[in-house]
C-alpha cells in the first residue's frame, strides 16, 4: 500500500493536537524543535501565545524543505495571570482551586509559516468551572491527567466533567481551534479533509 506524501510539517509534541489534525483530514508529519517559552516582562496573554506560536514553526522551517509548518501555543488566563503547565501536583492543585467556581479564558494562537511568509490567528474561549472542593481536586490530581496540560486540566478527558459551560472554540481549549487552522492551511494551498491523514507520531 502507497502511504500519501505529507502536505504539512506539525512543530508540536502534543498528541491532541495530532489528532485535531487528523480530524481535519490533513497529511502531516511531525517535527519538533525546542523552543524558549519564558514569559516576557509586561507580554500580554494574547501577544504571549502568539509569538510562541510563531517560534515554534519558525524553529522547525529549516528542517521543513518546501512543506508549510504549523506551529501553537495554548495558555489558561485567570485574573489576567497566565496558567501555563503545572510543575507538579501542588502546582496543579493550586491551578484547580483557583479555576474553581468561576470563569477563565484559553488562548489558542496557530501560525503557519513557509519561506518568508508567516500567518497567524489567535482563538479566545471562556470557560466556566463548577466549584471544586479539596478532595474532588485531590482524585483529579491524582490521575495525573492535569500534570502536562496548560491549566492543570483537560477538557477533552476527565477535566471535562468539570466544566459547565463554554463560550467559543471547543477545538480552541483541546488545543487547536480547527475553523482558525484551516483557514491558515488554505491561505498556504494546504488541503484538508482527506481519508486517512498521516499521523507521523
Known sequence: MTVAQPDLVLASASPRRSELLAQAGVRYVVQVAGVDETLRDGEAPADYVERLARAKAVAVLPQAGTLPVLGADTTVVVDDEILGKPADAADAARMLARLSGREHRV???????????????????????????????????????????????????????????????????????????????????????????????
Open 107 to 201: 488562548l489558542t494562537a496557530v501560525a503557519v509559516c513557509r519561506g518568508s511568509e508567516i500567518l497567524s490567528r489567535t482563538s479566545e474561549t471562556r470557560v466556566w468551572f463548577r466549584r471544586l472542593d479539596d478532595r474532588l481536586i485531590a482524585r483529579y490530581v491524582a490521575t495525573g491527567e492535569p500534570l502536562d496540560k496548560a491549566g492543570a486540566y483537560g477538557i477533552q478527558g476527565l477535566g471535562g466533567t468539570l466544566v459547565t459551560r463554554i463560550d467559543g472554540s471547543y477545538t480552541g481549549v483541546v488545543g487547536l481551534p480547527l475553523a482558525e487552522t484551516v483557514a491558515l492551511l488554505e491561505a498556504f494551498g494546504v488541503p484538508c479533509w482527506h481519508r486517512p491523514a498521516v499521523d507521523a507520531t
